[in-house]
């Protein structure tokens, strides 16, 4: 029976760091972190997220700047705030809601946000650092991922992994930083012929396919460490993720829960962005 990976603790565990280094940040140099979270419409479940980064904030003690803007908002509008709060020296970190209504192009706007304030890394010129190892910023999910990985105490270097999920903003990062841990790394998608023969090979397996109990247990290999990155709203209400928990639970080694695995740490990842842009733009040493 897998042992379960507890995104509950580990991300209160990062949140509890981030609010250790902004008290001393505060007391040394005088400097409160603030994050600034745009979102355009009244998409419920944006709405759910939007609130928990502004108690994230409240819990590690930044400043929180929030602009609901309504749903006919032109794109126009949309970059003209972008700017404003990119001179704002009191906003460390911006972040826009995705997705954006669809006069938006939500490109246009991640192009938009200065890279040093890009707390989600979704920026081209972040893109490209993550991509030679060189990096201020990781997004906020796959970075989640690895803190999740590290606190099995499992080695990745050497270790088969398999990302099923091509995304920009979670797979293909994902593979990245897997791969800079020295993982052998194998990215799937729709187009992948015999999923499950590839996937059966994963010492690491990581979902990030928006289906829910896309992954079963004959997917799996005996005594993997199986990573759920999925959120999928069942007809009931509930949250489901890619993978089928009790099955893959029988024959996995670690897994993460849906929901108490990977979502509470992509906000936890994001506050020790925000820290790290505040920290950056002050010209204090970064040592998180
Ligand atoms: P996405 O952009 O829709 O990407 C899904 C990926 O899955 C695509 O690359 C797609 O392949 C692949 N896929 C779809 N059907 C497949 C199949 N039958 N076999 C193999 N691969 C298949 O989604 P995303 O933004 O990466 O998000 C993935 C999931 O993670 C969603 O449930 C999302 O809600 C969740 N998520 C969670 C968090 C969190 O904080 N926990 C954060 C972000 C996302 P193609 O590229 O070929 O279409």
């Not at 704002?88 to 006069?103: A, K, M, R």
């Not at 990745?156 to 797979?171: E, F, P, Q, T, Y």
């Not at 990062?173 to 992948?192: D, F, I």
């Not at 979502?263 to 842009?277: D, E, F, S, V």
Request: glycine share 8%; net charge neutral; aromatic share 4%.
């Amino acid at each position: 029976m897998a042992k379960l990976i507890d995104g509950k603790q580990v991300s209160a565990r990062v949140k509890e760091q981030v609010r250790l280094e902004t008290e001393k940040l505060k007391q040394i140099h005088g400097i409160q972190p603030g994050l600034a979270v745009v979102i355009v419409g009244n998409d419920p479940a944006s709405r759910v997220y939007v609130n928990n980064k502004k108690k994230a904030c409240e819990t590690v003690g930044f400043r929180s700047y929030e602009y609901a803007l309504p749903e006919e908002t032109t794109q126009a509008q949309l970059l003209e705030l972008v700017e404003t709060l990119n001179a704002d020296s009191n906003v460390n970190g911006i972040l826009v809601q995705l997705p954006v209504p669809p006069q938006i192009d939500d490109k246009a706007v991640i192009n938009a946000i200065s890279p040093e304030k890009d707390v989600d890394a979704f920026h081209p010129a972040n893109v490209g650092k993550i991509m030679i190892g060189d990096y201020a910023f990781l997004p906020c999910t796959p970075a989640g991922v690895m803190e999740l990985l590290a606190s099995t105490g499992v080695e990745i270097a050497g270790k088969r992994c398999v990302v099923i999920g091509r995304s920009n903003i979670v797979g293909k990062p994902m593979a990245m930083l897997l791969l800079h841990k020295s993982g052998t790394v194998t990215v799937c998608h729709s187009r992948t012929v015999d999923l499950p023969s590839v996937t059966k090979e994963a010492d690491i397996l990581v979902a990030a396919v928006g289906k829910a109990n896309f992954v079963t247990a004959d997917m799996v290999k005996e005594g993997a460490i199986v990573i759920d990155v999925g959120m999928n709203r069942l007809e009931n209400g509930k949250l489901c993720g890619d993978v089928a928990f009790e099955e893959v639970s029988a024959k996995a080694s670690w897994i993460t829960p849906v929901p108490g695995g990977v979502g509470p740490m992509t906000i936890a990842m994001l506050m020790r962005n925000t820290l790290t842009a505040a920290m950056t733009q002050n010209g204090v040493e970064v040592k998180l």
